[in-house]
């Protein structure tokens, strides 16, 4: 049974978070959330995230997971906004504990931040499956751009998080820690040996010159064809040769150290501190 997949795009993030449904229970999964942040100002909003809420009220969904492809580095979550208003589990991959570790040291976080992924309802295994409605779903553990990526593979369709783009713009960065070039090269692989058929929902897409409009999907066989970075033809030393000197020049995501101290958290700030206020740490490698 294939799901009904409505696409929802933040430009401020080109963040693209997907409502997947099943058309015969009215069960769904919201995956890839986002939380509106200004970091000028340090304030949230949830813009994004009620258009999500309201198409899911409208449709009349009960909503049973609320679920990551990773711990995103361009953008907060939206999960435990939404689920304080529709309910449903909390879910990424198990190797969420990895990041916590690196990250919890890096923000030194406090004594009582748990680096065990318990913040999360659920941490899921490599080849794990589990049902929205009567759908079935796959999670296959695809790490490279960070070492807790998923892939949610359903009939038909799969939820690739930030390890693909469209064919023009190529493949994730792998400078982050815990990253690896020839981990994500075979983890792609990994997801175009599904059917040629099968539509891959991206997680971001970015302006590039050959078209001039945003798009949330593609296929693994148009991926195989065409991919700039890892496209059949290219084999795995040439894809690691060229990702990693294409690392060396990117800038940090804007909102990379917002993001991760709150999304390795389960969307959520730093507990407050004796003054009533929550903080984001922003470390400093002073000259």
Known sequence: MKPEIEAFF????????????????NT????????????????????????????????????AWILETHVHADHLSGASYL????GGQTA???????????F??????EPEFARDGSQFDRLFEDGEIFRVGNLECTVWHTPGHTPACVTYVFEGAAFVGD???????GTARTDFPGGDAHVLYRSIRRILSLPEQT???????????????????????????????????????????FRRARDKDLAAP??????????????????PEDNGMQYLKIPVRAA
């Open 254 to 271: 804007r909102l990379l150290l917002p993001s991760v101290q709150f999304n390795m958290r389960g969307a959520a700030f730093a507990p």
């Open 104 to 109: 919890g040291d890096l923000f030194n976080a």
């Open 199 to 241: 539509v891959l929902y991206l997680c971001h897409d970015y302006e590039t010159e050959s078209r001039d409009a945003f798009c949330c999907r593609t296929t693994v066989a148009d991926e195989r064809q065409s991919n700039i970075h890892v496209r059949d033809a290219v084999s795995e030393e040439e894809f690691v040769t």
């Open 28 to 63: 769904a999964a919201v995956i890839d959330s986002v939380l509106d942040y200004d970091p000028a100002s340090g304030r949230t909003a949830t813009t994004s995230a009620d258009r999500i809420l309201d198409f899911v009220r409208k449709q009349g969904l009960e909503v």
């Open 10 to 25: 933040d430009e401020a993030t080109y963040t693209y978070s997907y409502v997947v449904a099943d058309p015969q229970s």
């Open 163 to 169: 390890t693909i783009f469209m064919p023009d713009y």
């Open 92 to 102: 990424l991959g198990s190797q969420v504990t990895e990041v916590q570790s690196v």
């Open 83 to 86: 689920q304080a208003q529709l």
